[in-house]
């Protein structure tokens, strides 16, 4: 533990007294051009608040603001059925301190989450969250939340590091499959690799960013130490130094097969903290109890986009294929190995030039935990596999309406429903695979 604190805190303080330059991730936030424009064809709903807001990206300060709604119901096998309405609230602050006159390469960064009403994770049974935006910021609760708040600062194109309360989920970024669930596909198996489960989505840390080329979108590469107990609703002051310690790489890169944009990643992630049955089910859908604890987890991942077809090399549009692979431990994380595949498009549809659609397959091999809890309660596991198929709708740049289907084996093969307490009986009852349907609807201000 004291091995654990001295290097994050030497990482901290070494990363803190650096001054750096030019932008990275930048890029994946870059604001629109303009807000101007009229009601149905501007980028957000509020437009340019009478120009405010455009000068104020100018000078370096944007606000993106958005809503996801979904409704969503396990309509044939599963746990439960019916229809649950949740919703989730993010708005994002970015402040680039070159264009507001003070100093170069230096970002600002503050993220407010908020959820509300009840999510259907639970229902179908299944392993992996079938509405992955219901997660943020904190899982089970209604909140508002303050997931990260970071500066990041660079000494030169090539090199720069950040420091703060950071969003762990821009990690493992991929062209067609990836986010929060707001955007393109809602099943956490194509947003985020599954067998990073047991990092912290919301985390105090620091780490080191390099650009090999000068050019974030040719490649990059993340080093970081992050709280292995950080949470989206406390600072994390109070754990970080604590010993229980996330340390993860990760390298991207854009290749250029058959001459149309591509990229490859590759990560690791080694998490120092003794988990126990409160922390896996922190994010896996498991209702077991009294889960022996297991010091440390580690995590290799790997994903892929490739474009097939591109009208314009580097626009952004097109169709594609991507897919991901992932193995852990298996011990403390319930998930073993995992992969997927499927198909994106982004724009590919004339005189629509903001849908974007996507079809997927996933297989996780669940390794059940160990358990000391009694056995007539536990829920047997067994490997899930699914798939999903969702096409965003753009009504208006900022309204996108998104109707979805997920079919799933899932991972609970039967229930154990406790009938009464004492005398203790429990009725098991098998699952049939899980048929989910949901509409997303989406408005960005």
């Known amino acids: ?206 780490g080191i960013i390099i650009v090999p080329t000068g050019n974030p979108k040719d490649s990059i590469i993340n080093i970081m130490a992050l709280d292995g107990d950080g949470k989206a609703n406390r600072s994390g002051f109070d754990t970080v130094f604590e010993g229980n310690t996330v340390y993860a790489a990760e390298v991207r890169g854009r290749t250029d097969f058959f001459g149309k944009t591509g990229h490859q990643l590759l990560g690791a992630a080694y998490n120092t903290k003794n988990f126990s049955s409160l922390d896996q089910s922190s994010r896996f859908i498991i209702r077991n109890r009294g889960i022996e604890q297991q010091d440390n987890t580690w995590a290799l991942y790997y994903n892929f986009d490739q474009y097939l077809y591109e009208p314009q090399k580097g626009s952004g549009k097109g169709l594609g294929v991507f897919g991901r692979l992932g193995l852990s431990d298996g011990n403390p994380n319930p998930i073993k190995g995992f992969f997927s595949i499927g198909i994106g498009g982004k724009g590919v549809i004339p005189g629509r030039p903001h849908d974007e659609f996507g079809l997927g397959y996933y297989y996780v091999d669940v390794t059940s935990p160990k358990f000391t809890g009694p056995r007539e309660t536990r829920e047997a596991l067994r490997n899930e596999y699914g798939g999903e198929a969702y096409y965003n709708f753009a009504i208006t740049p900022w309204m996108k309406l998104s109707p979805d289907v997920q079919v799933i084996r899932t991972s609970v093969k039967e229930k154990a429903d406790v009938k009464s307490q004492v005398p203790l009986v429990v009725e098991r009852n098998e699952i049939d695979t899980a048929v989910v349907v949901g509409l997303r609807l989406q408005l960005i201000f």
Not at 120 to 126: E, F, H, R, T, Y
């Open 1 to 206: 533990m004291a091995k654990n604190k001295v290097v994050l805190c030497a990482v901290i303080i070494v990363l803190t007294g650096i001054s750096f330059y030019a932008p990275a991730f930048a890029v994946e936030a870059a604001p629109p051009s303009s807000y101007s424009g009229d009601f149905l064809t501007r980028s957000t709903l509020t437009g340019d608040w009478g120009g405010a807001r455009n000068d104020l990206a100018k000078k370096g300060l944007t606000f993106d603001l958005s809503l996801t709604q979904t409704g969503m119901s396990v309509v044939s096998g599963g746990r439960e059925q019916g229809w649950e309405y949740a919703g989730m609230g993010n708005l994002t602050i970015h402040l680039n301190t070159q264009k507001m006159g003070l100093w170069p390469g230096g970002f600002f960064k503050v993220q407010v989450e908020g959820n509300y009403n009840k999510s259907m994770n639970l229902d179908p049974g299944a392993i992996m969250p079938v509405n992955f935006s219901q997660l943020f910021p904190t899982l089970g609760s209604q909140e508002v939340n303050i997931p990260e708040v970071s500066f990041m600062q660079f000494f030169s194109p090539f090199a720069g590091v950040v420091v703060g309360k950071l969003d762990t989920t821009s990690g493992d970024a991929n062209a067609f499959a990836h986010g929060k669930g707001d955007r393109q596909f809602f099943n956490m198996a194509f947003n985020l690799n599954p067998v990073l489960a047991l990092i912290p989505t919301s985390a105090l840390g620091a």
